[in-house]
């Protein structure tokens, strides 16, 4: 149980091009999902928190206007980085927690991005 | 400024040793405290911590919480390959219903035949 999809698991995009990504609970209803971005040998850095039907809550630093937040329905949150430059390459990973449960985040696999 | 902190940082052992891996903690507002494992790619939840002195079990893995002294501890024994990996250690907080983690920078496991 508590299983997480990303989807794509990888992205090779242009400079200036917009990549989405897409995060899905599939056998648990998710009200809060989080977006991280992890750096090579780097712990995880949180970036915003999503909660269905309402705006994210970014973290300080983060800049909502290139990484923009849907989380449109309880099984699915998705995450456009817009105007996409080679600075933005990381490995994006979302995590879930099941609604009304405790505060345990379950993991989707991660998404590498690569802007040339 | 909430600061969760693991060591050591990297570890290497043969296989068939027993590690213990560290995280203490200062935080505001803790509610519980958290053990992934991350490979190549994400992190796979292994336990939640919340009251003292009760040690989580699972096969050779194991670990307690010591809210006193604000530090938890992650035992492996009689390690094996497939243990090679990065422990992250992560505390929640009791501020709402975001309750989001602060995550510690993890301690690199490597586990030689």
């Known amino acids: 149980g508590a299983v997480v999809s990303q989807h794509p698991s990888w992205v090779i995009c242009k400079s200036g091009t917009s990549v989405k990504i897409e995060c899905r609970s599939l056998d648990f209803q998710a009200t809060t999902m989080f977006w991280y971005r992890q750096f090579p040998k780097q712990s995880l850095m949180l970036m915003a928190t999503s909660n269905e039907g309402s705006k994210a809550t970014y973290e300080q630093g983060v800049e909502k206007d290139k990484f923009l937040i849907n989380h449109a329905s309880l099984t699915l949150s998705t995450l456009t980085v817009t105007s996409a430059h080679p600075e933005d390459s990381s490995f994006y990973i979302c995590?879930?927690?099941?609604?009304?449960?405790?505060?345990?985040?379950?993991f989707g696999p991660g998404t590498r991005l690569l802007v040339l | 400024e909430d600061k969760v902190v693991q060591s050591p940082l990297s570890l290497v052992v043969h296989e068939g040793d027993t590690v213990t891996l560290n995280c203490s903690y200062e935080?505001?507002?803790?509610?519980?405290l958290l053990w992934y494992k991350q490979e190549k790619k994400a992190p796979t939840f292994l336990f939640m911590l919340t009251s003292s002195g009760i040690e989580k079990k699972s096969g050779r893995l194991s670990s307690i919480l010591d809210k006193k002294e604000l530090f938890s501890i992650l035992n492996i024994t009689a390690t094996q390959t497939g243990d090679s990996a990065v422990y992250l250690c992560?505390?929640?907080?009791?501020?709402?219903?975001?309750?989001?983690?602060?995550w510690g920078l993890g301690t690199s496991l490597a586990v030689n035949p």
């Open positions: 935080v505001t507002n803790f509610r519980s």
């Open positions: 995590s879930a927690r099941i609604a009304g449960g405790r505060e345990t985040q379950y």
């Open positions: 992560a505390v929640s907080l009791d501020a709402g219903n975001n309750r989001k983690l602060i």
